[in-house]
């Protein structure tokens, strides 16, 4: 079962503008993740934020974390034509000590030049 | 550079020839995984490895097989590849897990098809 759902599973915005992506989880986690895609490549990690953490950020990254609501937003903020990418979030479970991963199936994110 | 490298990038395959996919990381990683990424399912886990020796399942196990004899190689092993296996295929290494999943480095992927 999915355990990280994103949301919308496509976005298209004009460069400048900020980009909203949300993401869901069933469980309770230890941390969630964020990475980035482009088209066909590896995919890059961009973020960690940790269960007791509510925010973080890095550069132009934003990232909230609500675990009362088992939810995430990540904010991309003066976006560029560069940042058009897929965009997952991942999650672990709380109980699970081996380091699995569990990916949502991503958000598409398109900028306009 | 640290990386993690993949071996073939693309690879077409027949139905039940037995293939090897080759991941090796040179960042001295003892978290080792397998993902594989289709349309509309995001990545799904394979397989993945916690240290020499040491692998386990992920959601995604039928059909497949991994060792890791060496800390930095963890190929994966098709024995008999069916067309429900074309997939993009990630290998992944990190740290060991403390105290959750830490960061995933990923490799280029290999694009795999079966027909």
């Known amino acids: 079962s999915q355990q990280g759902e994103e949301d919308p599973q496509a976005l298209s915005i004009q460069e400048g503008e900020n980009a909203t992506m949300n993401c869901s989880y069933k469980?309770?986690?230890?941390?969630l993740q964020w990475y980035r895609q482009n088209s066909g490549r590896g995919l890059v990690h961009l973020i960690l934020?940790?269960?007791?953490?509510r925010e973080k950020h890095s550069g132009r990254l934003r990232v909230t974390l609500d675990t009362s609501k088992k939810s995430s937003s990540l904010l991309i903020t003066a976006s560029r034509a560069a940042d058009t990418a897929s965009y997952f979030c991942a999650t672990d479970r709380y109980y699970n000590q081996g380091g699995k991963l569990i990916f949502g199936q991503g958000t598409e994110l398109s900028v306009k030049p | 550079e640290a990386q993690v490298t993949q071996n073939p990038r693309y690879l077409i395959t027949v139905t039940g020839k037995k293939l090897t996919v080759t991941c090796s990381q040179n960042?001295?990683?003892?978290?080792m995984s397998w993902y594989r990424q289709d349309p509309g399912l995001g990545l799904r886990q394979i397989y993945y490895?916690?240290?020499?020796?040491?692998?386990d399942k992920g959601d995604v196990p039928e059909g497949y097989k991994v060792s890791r004899k060496e800390k930095r190689n963890f190929p994966l092993i098709l024995e008999s590849p069916s067309p429900n296996q074309t997939s993009l295929y990630f290998c992944?290494?990190?740290?060991?897990?403390?105290?959750?999943?830490?960061?995933?480095?990923f490799g280029p992927g290999t694009r795999l098809t079966v027909t």
């Open positions: 934020i940790r269960s007791n953490e």
């Open positions: 490895s916690m240290n020499v020796e040491v692998t």
């Open positions: 469980t309770s986690i230890n941390n």
């Open positions: 992944a290494s990190s740290f060991l897990p403390l105290a959750g999943a830490p960061e995933q480095y």
């Open positions: 960042m001295n990683h003892e978290y």
